[in-house]
């Protein structure tokens, strides 16, 4: 059982960027990849990133790529969605998601562990 935490959001201007973190109870992180998933209003929550469980892999969506790295810190329990030249489609609300594989799922349905999600919002 995996219990996740994201905080960091809030609101920034277009261009700015925000840090989101996600905190992980439990012993075990280190067995976990983790994911990042977002949903605007109206709209089905769809795939950001993902980290694999040793942090050497990684996957993102077309639409943030160079844009946001993902990153883990297994000492912390911790996984990082840094956010550079944000824009006012990025403004939803991103969740984390643990999934306890080798691989980096990029699907909604692969995760087992879902966090409550932080509000981003871009203004423009």
């Known amino acids: 059982q995996v219990q996740l935490v994201e905080s960091g959001g809030g609101l920034v201007q277009a261009g700015g960027s925000l840090r989101l973190s996600c905190a992980a109870s439990?012993?075990?992180?280190?067995?976990?990849?983790m994911g990042w998933f977002r949903q605007a209003p109206g709209k089905e929550r769809e795939f950001v990133a993902a980290i694999s469980r040793s942090g050497g892999n990684t996957a993102y969506a077309d639409s943030v790529k160079g844009r946001f790295t993902i990153s883990r810190d297994d000492a912390k329990n911790t996984v990082y969605l840094q956010m550079n030249s944000l824009k006012p489609e990025d403004t939803a609300v991103y969740y984390c998601?643990?999934?306890?594989?080798?691989?980096?799922?990029?699907?909604?349905?692969?995760?087992?562990?879902w966090g409550q999600g932080t509000q981003v919002t871009v203004s423009s």
């Open positions: 998601a643990a999934k306890g594989t080798v691989v980096v799922p990029t699907t909604r349905r692969s995760y087992d562990y």
């Open positions: 439990g012993r075990t992180f280190s067995s976990y990849a």
